[in-house]
Nanobody, 126 residues
Framework: VQLQAFGGGLVQAGGSLRLSCAAS????????MAWFRQAPGKEREFVAA???????YYSDSVKGRFTISRDNAKNTVYLQMNSLKLEDTAVYHC?????????????????????WGLGTQVTVSS
């Protein structure tokens, strides 16, 4: 499976963006999926995940502001980002965890994901 993230851009603090992660080559229906981000000079950080059955998992830093969802018919995963903050500025990557996949409690661990897409830049300005 190949992944392509898009939808990033420049937005003012408090604004919203929706990222999309489109998959090709294989259906995502049984994959756990996640979004990670990496800001300049910082380590990669988990953002949100959704398992194959639709259960979601969020980092504390985005809980209540971001929503991850999936449309298996379109083979796409989304990240709706609301109330954006300056500290949300980063390159956002989507990732897939090949079935059978990690258990729910391990969805935030980047080492469980073996397919990564090119990122999309999100820049939040004041």
């Amino acid at each position: 499976v190949q992944l392509q993230a898009f939808g990033g851009g420049l937005v003012q603090a408090g604004g919203s963006l929706r990222l999309s992660c489109a998959a090709s080559g294989r259906t995502l229906i049984r994959y756990n999926m996640a979004w990670f981000r990496q800001a300049p000079g910082k380590e990669r950080e988990f953002v949100a995940a959704i398992n194959w059955s639709g259960s979601t998992y969020y980092s504390d830093s985005v809980k209540g502001r971001f929503t991850i969802s999936r449309d298996n018919a379109k083979n796409t995963v989304y990240l709706q980002m609301n109330s954006l903050k300056l500290e949300d500025t980063a390159v956002y990557h989507c990732a897939a965890d090949t079935p059978p996949g990690a258990i729910y409690s391990a969805l935030g661990n980047g080492r469980n994901y073996d397919v990564w897409g090119l990122g999309t830049q999100v820049t939040v300005s004041s």
